[in-house]
Nanobody
Framework: QVQLVESGGGLVQAGGSLRLSCAASGGTFRFYAVAWLRQAPGKEREFVAA????????NYNDAVKGRFTISRDNAANTVYLQMNSLKAEDTAVYYCATERGVYGSGLSGDFGSWGQGTQVTVSS
């Protein structure tokens, strides 16, 4: 079982940037696709971005496309989410999760491991 820990959240002004990290331990992280999801107060959790197990395929929610970039460093067992041009509506708790099956794209919606989440607050 892979354990995940997110970091990098915080308070930033609109238009600013943050980089979130998702550090993995245990298991064979490099075989798993990873997704970032977020949940704002009073709203359902939503997909933000995903990266395939190889790093060769990435997918984004239309709301963040062109502003956010997901990447991974399998040697460091870490996935990143670079967030630029942040907006107030990006305020949420951000979670990373590994897809349950190996060699996937991260789009199945079936996740085996979750981090505890990191708060991102964008002030307008």
């Amino acid at each position: 079982q892979v354990q995940l820990v997110e970091s990098g959240g915080g308070l930033v002004q609109a238009g600013g940037s943050l980089r979130l990290s998702c550090a993995a331990s245990g298991g064979t992280f490099r075989f798993y696709a990873v997704a970032w999801l977020r949940q704002a107060p009073g709203k359902e959790r939503e997909f933000v971005a995903a990266i395939s197990w190889s790093g060769g395929t990435t997918n984004y929610n239309d709301a963040v496309k062109g502003r956010f970039t997901i990447s991974r460093d399998n040697a460091a067992n870490t996935v990143y989410l670079q967030m630029n041009s942040l907006k107030a509506e990006d305020t949420a708790v951000y979670y990373c999760a590994t897809e349950r099956g190996v060699y996937g794209s991260g789009l199945s919606g079936d996740f085996g491991s979750w981090g505890q989440g990191t708060q991102v607050t964008v002030s307008s």
